[in-house]
Structures are given as structure tokens and as C-alpha cells.
């Protein structure tokens, strides 16, 4: 049977990593069928050496669903290009590439669940919810997120859904905070769209704290569980015999969007990990 490879992007996150490697063993005890995970950067266990264990087990097709939640650089270019490099490296080696895993009514419950653990539901009605995404160059991962917040906010009775990021893209944190401050929210549930902890989702909750303007209280990162283990095991099947679309519309390597348009065609190539030395990218 075709083995799953859960691909992550790595982190130097300890905490984070070790979650990483407890859901793996959540899906092994789902699966019938073998399961590996690596990281592409920043952590072991790479990406390479996860190909390596399913190689040598006898598997030549794998499925590769991308453990991240927006389609952005690391889901259209980098990943793919790792999984590139693997089947140069084992011969016979093919892969069927699953889709990014939001948004999906299962993340909008889990995101609920992490809201309701640090909000009364009678609060709803007086409440604002800043859901925190990671932040991208790609215009097109950003507006997933902005997409996953108003899912959020149709039919749950909250006073409004808004959006932030913690790097590389605006509004940030503070910014998205003032605003809900200014549309008249007095309390307001920062819920970072995350996997698992690590030095963002740390970030986020220290810059959410730091805010005066409005009472603030943070939720946490949706984290290893088996509403997300479903997830991955549904891309997993999708990639197996599903008809996988990306959301290809609106992506800067296909469109020419203003400020993009030298991304047009532009190669994909992997990350250098340094557990991988045999390939060496600079950011």
C-alpha cells in the first residue's frame, strides 16, 4: 500500500518540533499502511532522510501531503522541488503531491474549539477575533487567510473577524489590534492560524500582550490532534484518488499581479537544510 510522507517546513522551535514528531505517531496509529515526516529547513529530521526510510522499506510511490495551511512559496515551490531532488536521488522513486491544507471546515472548528477554550460562548456577541496567519510575499497566500477569517465569522455570533499577519505582510499584530480597538471592540481573542508552537505563534502571543488598548487574551495554536489528523488523512486520500486543484487562479507564478509580475514562470528550487549539505540555497 502507498506509505504517506507528511512534509513540514521545520522550525527551530524544540516544543515545536516535538509535536511535529507526536502527530507523525498519531497517523502511523491511523493508518494501515507505513508513514514518515520530515522537514525541508531548520530541523531535524529532514525531509531526505523520511524519503530514505520509505526507500528502504521498498516503497518507489509515496503520497506527500504538505503539512502547511496556505499555499504559499514553500507549497508551490519548495516542496515540490525537495520532492524533485528525492526522486533524483532514489531511482524509481515517483510521488503524488497532495493540496495545502486550508481552508477547510475542519480547521474552522478546530480555530472554534481554541476560541471557546478561552472564550464564553455569551461573550460572542461583544467580542472581536484577530486570526493571525503567518504572512507571505505571495498576495494569493494571504488572501487564504483572509478567506479562512471570514469563514470564521459567518454564523458564529461574533462581533467581527479580522485579520493580521506576524511577518512579511500588514496588517501586523499591533496594527490588526488598534483596528478591532477603533471599530469599537473591547475585547478581543487573538487566535494564531497555526499548526504548533514555535517562534511565530511565540511571537504573536508576546506582541498580543503588549497591547494596551483592549483587553486581550490569546488562544492557542490548533496543535496535534485527531480533527487534524483527519485532515491530513483526507489529502491523503485526495492525493491517491481524488482530483487535486490548487488554487492556481490567483497565484503570482502564473499571473501577472501588479507588483508580481517578475515571479511570472520563475523557477522553483529547494531549501538548503543543514542536515542536507548537498545543496546549498540561499534566501
Known sequence: MTPLLVVGHGTRDDAGVAEFGRFVERLRGRLPVDVAGGFIELSPPPLTDAVASLYAAGHRHVAAVPLVLVAAGHAKGDMPAALARERARQPGLTYAYGRPLGPHPTLLRLLEER?????????????????????????????????????????????????????????????????????????????????????????????????????????????????????VLERYDEALHGDIRMNCDTCVYRLPMPGFEHRVGAPQRPHHHPDDPSHVHAH
Open 115 to 231: 476560541l471557546d477554550a478561552v472564550l464564553d460562548p455569551a461573550e460572542r456577541a461583544d467580542t472581536a477575533v484577530l486570526l493571525v496567519g503567518r504572512g507571505s510575499t505571495d498576495p494569493d497566500a494571504n488572501a487564504e487567510v483572509c478567506k479562512a477569517a471570514r469563514l470564521l465569522w459567518e454564523g458564529r455570533g461574533l462581533a467581527m473577524v479580522e485579520t493580521a499577519f506576524v511577518s512579511l505582510a500588514r496588517p501586523s499584530v499591533p496594527e490588526g489590534l488598534e483596528r478591532c480597538r477603533r471599530l469599537g471592540a473591547r475585547r478581543v481573542v487573538v487566535l494564531p492560524y497555526f499548526l504548533f508552537p514555535g517562534v511565530l505563534p511565540d511571537r504573536v502571543a508576546e506582541e498580543a500582550r503588549a497591547f494596551t488598548g483592549a483587553e486581550v487574551r490569546c488562544a492557542e495554536v490548533i496543535g496535534d490532534c485527531e480533527g487534524l489528523a483527519d485532515l
